[in-house]
């Protein structure tokens, strides 16, 4: 998709912050409950792509504006909207450029799940390499409800979670619970909403304290592998060790465990 090039401060739905090494991007628009319309989608593309890009940024995370809905799916009215058929197919480009994207930034992400998590939102969450959920919130996808299909986020949602448990979630629509969403895979861990950002800001902080270099070699080589044949993957992650074993980083890194001293990362 051809996009001009926006900067943190054109986003009118989002929030883009980078400290410390952390890119927070927030979905910014509450009072819609977060809902991905296209423009929220297009500008969350381009925060991606910048934390992506940006030597600054050695990990992202994900939230949502307010503290009851993290993000609640596509704005639902544009699936009613007076449109040509075409227009509409079309408009679902930026959420396969989204999911596709999210596992190329060769950076970690944390999604902070502070609400409900629910439908598109769910696939936002489940992109993201870990999520933290506030106690109290749910998981959900409901789509079926209101007559249609969780479609866009089934090829996430089942690479995470049990097909039995997938298929009751979709079938059904009802909601999870943010503790049985650990027991399922959907998320990481459940943290009491005193303790919240304390949590996330614990994660992000370990994250993007790393080697950007070989978090970025790992992290490719995670999703890479992830649908190839056995012996496929194997010898992949072999040679990916073999590169690893060129770079500085992971000398000085272990120097640093045997000098029992903080490694000073190189990025080479």
Known sequence: MVRDRMGAGSFEKLLYEVADGVATVTLNDPEKRNMLSGQMLTELVAAMEMARDSEAVRAVVLTGAGDRVFCAGADLGGFAADAALIEKHFASDLFLEFFRLMPALGKPSLCAANGHVMAGGLGLALSCDLVIAKEGISFATPEINVGAFPYMIMALIYRDVPRKKVNELMLLGDRMSAEDAVTFGLANKVVAAAEFDAAVADWA???????????????????????MPVDDALEFLRSQLSLTFTTEDIREGVQAFFEKREPKWKGR
């Open 205 to 227: 902080t370990r994250l993007a304290s790393k080697s950007p270099l070989l978090m970025r070699l790992g992290h490719d080589a995670m999703y890479r592998q992830a649908d």
